[in-house]
């Protein structure tokens, strides 16, 4: 039966929640510092755009007539290099350099450990069930870089939501139609990510059931035991042309999509744009007239563009953390898989284990030329 957009956003909650608890028992310090500064990296703009409309009204509207333009210019540009330290700082520094790479390298070495740990406490049928090989197969390949880049994507998307929030709250002053129109100009390009959401960024984790048989072609012609037979029968030639094609078929169904959508991906930031300059031309009478000052237009616009930047990366971020959430559907599929065989309620305990040690008691015997034993055996 074909799954509806509820059980599906029920999935995807289920796995995120599961996934970001592996994190958190982890390492709980870690996580929470990962997403609080990807937090102060998304509301960084807001305050740089709010602390520069508030420098430019002070100088220009209150300031003493003193007060040149160079003046103006230099406290400006001062600030503006100020916050973008800040922001470098707080986002690339903390958040995109050292918490990405320490966090990742925790997760990986967590992953890893767990997913070897799974591996020898799954049972016999399992190993021998095609299905479960299949899925081994692709947590293999997968749960090292695949796996942890969930949690970056998902960072990235934070940050874009937080982002959208909070430009949305700073433009409703101007007028609560601004949001919605913006808001409105991304829904294709959001669309258009979110059907990409669905596309594999690697064939050999595409959905079709020709995937599956890559995986088992790129086992067959790797493993060295299977080397030495494909030596033996030499059959390597036909194998190589089945796995070729199969290549072609997988790839023919990914681009697909990709042509089909190519020109509307390319129209849809230029109409974003035209839909925000559009907005900023309709508010510059008031700037003109005097009923908006140059600080509140300046903010207006920074707040403008964030929007419209934020709102189309979320829907690119998105569509990405989808994409990595299906590698974390294997992972918890692998992860899920009950034991066939059951353990003992009550198991025996053994008060020592220890080698067997075999006693030979009363034991006698002749050599067949008549020579008597030397000693007692034991």
């Not at 289920?14 to 990962?34: N, P």
């Not at 669905?198 to 790797?222: T, V």
């Not at 353990?343 to 008549?370: K, M, N, Q, T």
Request: glycine share 6%; charged share 20%.
């Amino acid at each position: 039966m074909k799954r509806t957009w509820v059980s599906r956003l029920a999935a995807v909650g289920r796995d995120t929640r599961h996934i970001l608890g592996i994190a958190w028992r982890m390492d709980a310090r870690l996580t929470l510092l990962y997403y609080v500064t990807a937090f102060v990296a998304a509301v960084v703009p807001l305050a740089s755009g709010l602390t520069l409309a508030l420098l430019i009204d002070r100088v220009v509207v209150t300031g003493p007539a003193r007060v040149t333009v160079p003046v103006v210019a230099v406290i400006v540009i001062a600030t503006h290099f100020a916050i973008v330290a800040i922001n470098a700082a707080v986002r690339f520094g903390l958040h995109e350099q050292y918490y990405d790479y320490v966090f990742r390298y925790r997760l990986q070495d967590t992953f890893t450990y767990r997913f070897c740990e799974k591996l020898t406490q799954l049972d016999v049928p399992h190993l021998e069930d095609p299905e479960v090989q299949t899925l081994i197969t692709k947590v293999r390949e997968t749960h090292a870089w695949r796996v942890p880049d969930f949690f970056r994507m998902l960072a990235y998307a934070f940050i874009a939501i937080v982002g959208i929030v909070a430009a949305a709250i700073a433009l409703i002053p101007f007028g609560v139609w601004i949001v919605p129109t913006v808001l409105a100009a991304t829904v294709p390009r959001i669309t258009l990510r979110l059907r990409f959401g669905e596309m594999q960024w690697s064939m050999y984790g595409s959905g079709a059931p020709e995937s599956r048989k890559l995986w088992y072609f790129g086992d067959l012609l790797s493993q060295i035991s299977a080397l030495r037979e494909l030596k033996v029968f030499r059959t390597a030639p036909s194998l190589l042309a089945r796995y070729r094609e199969i290549q072609a078929r997988i790839f023919a169904l990914g681009k697909r999509p990709l042509d089909r959508y190519r020109w509307v991906s390319v129209i849809t930031p230029l109409i974003e744009g035209a839909v925000v300059f559009a907005i900023a031309w309709s508010v510059l009478p008031a700037v003109t007239a005097g009923a908006l000052s140059v600080g509140s237009f300046a903010f207006f616009v920074t707040m403008l563009q964030q929007l419209a930047t934020s709102s189309a990366e979320a829907g690119g971020c998105c569509s990405m953390v989808y994409q990595n959430l299906l590698y974390v559907r294997h992972w918890n599929e692998l992860m899920a898989l009950p034991r066939v065989i059951p353990l003992a309620v009550r198991p025996h305990r053994f008060a020592r284990i220890a080698p067997p040690r075999i006693e030979f008691r009363d034991v006698s015997f002749d050599y067949p030329s008549g020579r008597p034993a030397q000693g007692k055996p034991t």
